[in-house]
């Protein structure tokens, strides 16, 4: 028969120190279930510190009453590493390990080491070692190929030298020896169990929540994924934004500009036409002062020189118009108006756009939408306006950005074509609260498909399938009702006494 071989595939990862890279020595294991070699522990943790930080999950445990050399060494990390070594060596050593001088026969699984026959009678009989597990080199690899658990030391006393644990104190939750049964262990106070026992079933927990967690991998896998994704569509919508917010910059720019370019034409063309208004004013008023001016120094120098030369005969017979026309020229208002100095000036005013590009915002998820249609008729019919309500959860509206205008509803109609409609906001409740509203108007008849996206994420409850049917079309007609036309002849015998000659329903 052919001996039956196996190998010991250990990742070196697995047995390599984090904190040093180099395999463990004398490993310790923290109650997060992460080893390090015991000399590290002691270089990474504090002198005089009450708690121990995992380098790797970075998980808080208390430093053991006794010290850091009471933390609790891993028996099965030491036990693979002395495996993996003697898998380096080849298949078993070329002299015994004990005697250094026999070629070696068996394998003691608890000490790890490969003696000869005589070494091995010898070591049946220490005390020490009589309890030790000997094997053949032939049924150590056999018992590797079934299951390498079987060829892994069994765990000794930390209290009590060289008493293996075999039970297991529930009430505790620590594996005990025979001796510690009677001494701190003692029974009724603590409950002992086999350790066989509980380790097998322990061992179908674990397989079980091993399969649990493959299952909760897997899922963090795919979320790895999606925030991959994610990241990536970051970093394209960062420069996409950019891009918009330059574009939009620009054309606001642009339409602002011309704007005030227009405005500027307006202000120019108004101050012109006031200032012809204001000259043509001016003008009128210097021509009547002018005429005035002239009129009054004329009269003054005529009546001046009717004095000078005129005699009084001559000056009495122009007294009468000399008196009228002197009194009506002191009479005329020889002072312009106030209004002739209303020149019209230009008042700058400052053109603020701070907060008016644009706003920079996270917009609501599709999951903090719901697409509600409970409140749609049971029948909907050929042009008839339904309408259907989205409903906001966790609403925060110093974040809203315009969450309007980032949904699209569409509605597809049996044939196919899409219809865009109009979402408009409701009245809130409250101000973490916020209701849209999708106002339709079916043409066909047929099967209908509402969506409604943001961000071209379909929002909870859609898509959403709606059943359209002809306006004409009696509710009977459609399966609601049954054709059944009994009712009409109990309504008529109770009306009518059975004796009415109006056979037909009522329509």
């Not at 003692?186 to 380790?199: G, M, S």
């Amino acid at each position: 028969m052919t001996q039956r071989t196996t190998r010991i595939e250990i990742d070196e990862d697995f047995l390599t120190c984090t904190v040093c890279w180099e395999r463990y020595k004398n490993a310790k294991i923290l109650p997060c279930l992460h080893s390090f070699c015991a000399q590290c522990v002691v270089g990474f943790v504090e002198k005089d510190a009450e708690y121990i930080k995992c380098p790797v999950c970075r998980q808080k445990c208390p430093v053991p009453d006794g010290g850091l050399e009471q933390l609790k060494p891993s028996f099965f990390l030491n036990n693979i590493l002395a495996m993996a070594e003697t898998k380096q060596k080849g298949e078993g050593t070329q002299v015994c390990d004990s005697c250094q001088e026999r070629k070696p026969d068996n394998r003691c699984v608890e000490c790890a080491l490969d003696i000869c026959s005589i070494c091995s009678n010898a070591h049946k009989k220490i005390p020490a070692t009589r309890n030790h597990k000997l094997l053949s080199f032939a049924e150590y690899e056999e018992a590797k190929t079934i299951s390498p658990s079987l060829v892994q030391p069994a765990v000794h006393c930390s209290k009590h030298v060289g008493s293996e644990l075999k039970f297991y104190c529930s009430t505790c939750k620590v594996g005990v020896c025979v001796e510690c049964t009677i001494i701190d262990h003692r029974a009724p106070e603590h409950q002992h169990l086999d350790i066989a026992v509980v380790a097998k079933k322990y061992r179908e927990e674990l397989e079980i929540k091993i399969a649990e967690l493959k299952l909760t991998e897997k899922e963090m896998h795919d979320s790895k994924i999606n925030v991959e994704e994610a990241s990536k569509l970051a970093s394209e919508r960062y420069l996409e934004e950019q891009r918009i917010i330059k574009q939009h910059t620009q054309e606001v720019i642009e339409r602002v500009s011309s704007t005030l370019r227009e405005e500027e034409g307006e202000l120019l063309d108004g101050l012109k036409a006031k200032h012809c208004i204001v000259r043509g004013n001016i003008k009128k008023e210097l021509g009547r002062l002018q005429t005035a001016l002239e009129v009054s120094t004329k009269t003054r120098k005529f009546v001046e020189n009717l004095l000078r030369f005129g005699n009084m005969s001559q000056m009495m017979s122009l007294r009468s118009e000399t008196s009228n026309t002197m009194d009506s020229l002191v009479a005329l208002d020889s002072n312009s108006p106030e209004s002739i100095m209303a020149i019209p000036h230009f008042i700058p005013r400052d053109v603020t756009v701070e907060g008016h590009l644009g706003a920079i915002g996270i917009p609501m998820l599709p999951s903090q939408l719901h697409l509600d249609v409970s409140k749609l008729p049971a029948v909907v019919r050929i042009g008839q306006e339904v309408s259907v309500t989205i409903e906001t959860k966790k609403y925060d509206p110093d974040k809203d950005i315009g969450c309007t205008s980032m949904m699209v509803a569409e509605l597809e109609e049996p044939s196919g074509e899409i219809n865009k409609l109009d979402i408009s906001v409701c009245k809130s409740r409250d101000k973490h609260s916020r209701t849209f509203t999708v106002k339709m108007v079916p043409k066909d008849e047929g099967n209908h498909r509402l969506t409604v996206k943001i961000k071209n994420l379909h929002i909870k409850g859609s898509p959403n399938a709606i059943d359209v049917m002809p306006s004409w079309k009696a509710v009977h007609e459609m399966g609601d009702l049954p054709l059944d036309m009994s009712w009409w002849s109990s309504m008529k015998q109770g009306l009518f006494g059975g004796s009415s000659t109006n056979d037909n329903p009522p329509k």
